[in-house]
């Protein structure tokens, strides 16, 4: 019987397979019968042990993937929208009445020394429900 890759199967998933085989080693069942019957390498099983033995089940949790950092701080992102939804943009000295992806991108950059693309900031509006939906 070959060996599971549980890259395929989901985080949820996984993280109970971890820790119900330990749970069963911890109960006193052979490591190996138990890699063996969940069909995963025989390394693996004492890989989830020693991360038990220096986090308990804590460590066998499935811990979401981190994303890049954002580049506008919490505090930022309040100012902005502020600016965005308060003020018109001839008020700040732009030349349209409308919000553009332009000046915001560019009253990002004067406002918080952060360069972003157009499709940057578009992506960054339209999560803060001020972009468009197309």
């Known amino acids: 019987m070959s060996s ?10 996984r993280e109970a397979i971890r820790i119900r085989a330990v749970r069963r080693v911890l109960a006193g069942e052979s490591p190996e019968v138990v890699v063996k019957a969940l069909g995963f390498s025989r390394q693996r099983i004492y890989e989830w042990l020693a991360r038990y033995r220096e986090g308990g089940e804590e460590a066998l949790r499935f811990k ?20 965005v939804t308060g003020k018109n943009p001839l008020e700040l000295r732009f030349r349209f009445a409308l919000w553009t992806r332009g000046m915001v991108r560019q009253l990002i950059l004067e406002r918080f020394g952060v360069s972003l693309s157009e499709s940057q900031v578009g992506r960054l509006l339209k999560g803060h429900h001020l972009g468009s939906e197309e």
């Not at 599971?4 to 998933?13: E, I, P, V, Y």
């Not at 979401?64 to 600016?83: E, T």
């Open 4 to 13: 599971m890759d549980g890259r395929k199967l989901d985080h949820k998933t």
């Open 64 to 83: 979401g993937i981190p994303g890049r950092k954002r580049k506008l701080s919490d505090a930022q992102m309040k100012k902005l929208y502020d600016i």
